[in-house]
């Protein structure tokens, strides 16, 4: 434990007592010295605990503050000020991100570069880095820190989505390790916070979409006739089954001059809140001007006029016009790039009424033709959306026209109720477990006796 060297007597020899005295004297001085360094380590420990209970106190109150915090801002803020005040670092700087949101910054004393450049130089840290001796040259000349800085990447485990830069202490002392490890603990927190925070924010905007999204589906469902009205010496029926909650298809039967109805059937081109927008428009404009013109070919240049002047150029719809006369039974027809209606004769035979014209709002100088058709007792008469006959299966195969045509044939005897609700019952069972990937839309006109 250590050594005593004393110089020679000045009497000479010592003394066996004055041996035996020195001896004693030796042994109090080795027991008052391990008493003091008992007492240092005890010192030094209780220092240590007091600082792992300090820091373990500091990472429950974060955790604590974490867990009630909802938006990324106030978890950076909270992270900053923790950062801050247990190493009194004046300086300070917190960056997060993730794809889809407002990046977060918060920084004091130090001026950030973009959020690119964040990115790219988060990427290269693995680990936290001393500015000076293991942060690599470029991330430091990117980020701008100054000396005796620490700098921490915020991680998860599948990506950088962070970072956090801490200056010089303002006592002057340096960063340690276990600062460092203290310092990866609290941050690996703050990056669980962040990736909750951002996901809450995209569970309550999907919930906020859901809900406008049931609200429009309410509207475009009020925009289809509650009930079709009783036409003369006729049966009709319609359906309309939306691929997703809003959609771009659209049936109507509209009264017209001289006792005549309008009956149609419109597809619009997409998907989603983009086409029901457009189907409203088709209807609201059909609504209002369906007075003012006489004939059917000039009521579907006008309709195609307004949407070219009123929608974005990749937005079109095809549709079909009937201008029905329940009284006689004929009838004048504009086919705007639509499916082909169909004519069941009462002796079995199949007409088409093919295209008179281009879709609605494609083009602002489009022509349309009419043609023409009369019905007789026990034709019926069949017009549909793609949805129809482009049904898929699992295997891609379509439902097709000459299975449309059989379900006509099979229930010609039955009401055009019966005859769409077989169509439907049908087409589902063609298609079976695969998803819906269009809107099914058909209407069905059947001439009594």
């Known amino acids: ?73 106030e978890i950076a803020h ?55 001796q293991t942060l690599p040259a470029e991330v430091r000349a990117a980020l701008g820190v100054g000396p005796n800085s620490v700098v921490f990447p915020i ?20 960063y340690s390790a276990a600062d460092l490890e203290f310092g990866a603990g609290l941050i690996a927190q703050a990056a669980v916070a962040f990736e909750n925070a951002w996901r809450l924010q995209e569970i309550l905007v999907q919930k906020k979409l859901e809900q406008e999204l049931a609200i429009a589906a309410g509207i475009q469902e009020s925009l289809f006739p509650a009930v079709l009205p ?8 319609a359906r309309n089954r939306q691929a997703r909650q809003v959609g771009g298809d659209y049936y109507d039967v509209l009264a017209m001059d001289g006792g005549k109805h309008l009956l149609c059937v419109a597809d619009i081109s997409g998907k989603g809140l983009p086409a029901a927008l457009l189907m409203a428009n088709i209807q609201a404009t059909l609504r209002a001007i ?18 070219h002047a009123s929608t974005p150029s ?72 793609d949805g129809v006959t482009e049904a898929e299966d699992g295997n891609d195969g379509e439902f097709g026209m000459e299975r449309v045509i059989d379900v006509l044939k099979s229930y010609r005897e039955q009401s055009a109720g019966v005859i769409v609700d077989e169509m439907v019952g049908r087409i589902d069972a063609f298609v079976g477990a695969a998803p819906q990937h269009d809107d099914i839309t058909l209407m069905v006109l059947k001439r009594l006796s």
């Open 1 to 73: 434990m250590g050594v005593l060297a004393l110089g020679k007597p000045a009497l000479g020899k010592l003394t066996p007592e004055q041996h035996e005295l020195l001896l004693a004297m030796l042994e109090l001085a080795a027991t008052a010295l391990g008493n003091a360094r008992a007492h240092e380590e005890t010192v030094r420990v209780a220092h240590s605990l007091d600082q792992s209970v300090q820091e373990l106190r500091a990472i429950l109150d974060l955790a604590r503050g974490l867990a009630a915090k909802i938006e990324a801002e």
């Open 78 to 132: 909270l992270l900053a000020l923790t950062l801050a005040g247990r190493w009194t670092a004046r300086k300070h700087a917190v960056a997060a991100w993730r794809k889809g949101h407002a990046a977060v910054i918060r920084q004091r004393g130090i001026v950030l570069p973009d959020i690119q450049t964040l990115r790219t130089a988060a990427a290269e840290l693995s680990e936290p880095a001393y500015a000076e």
């Open 155 to 174: 991680r998860t485990s599948e990506e950088v989505i962070g970072i956090v830069v801490c200056g010089a202490r303002a006592t002057g002392l340096p």
């Open 230 to 237: 009783a036409l003369a010496v006729s049966d009709l029926a």
């Open 290 to 307: 369906i007075g003012a013109h006489p004939s059917l070919a000039d009521l579907a240049t006008r309709v195609n006029s307004l949407l």
């Open 314 to 385: 990749n937005r079109f719809a095809t549709a079909f016009f009937l201008a029905y006369d329940p009284a006689s039974g004929s009838a004048t027809f504009v086919n705007g790039g639509h499916n082909d209606g169909i004519v069941l004769r009462n002796d079995g035979s199949v007409e088409l009424l093919t295209t008179t014209g281009l879709p609605l709002g494609l083009f602002s100088r489009a022509a349309y033709e009419e043609g023409h058709v009369n019905l007789a007792p026990g034709d019926l008469l069949m017009i549909y959306s």
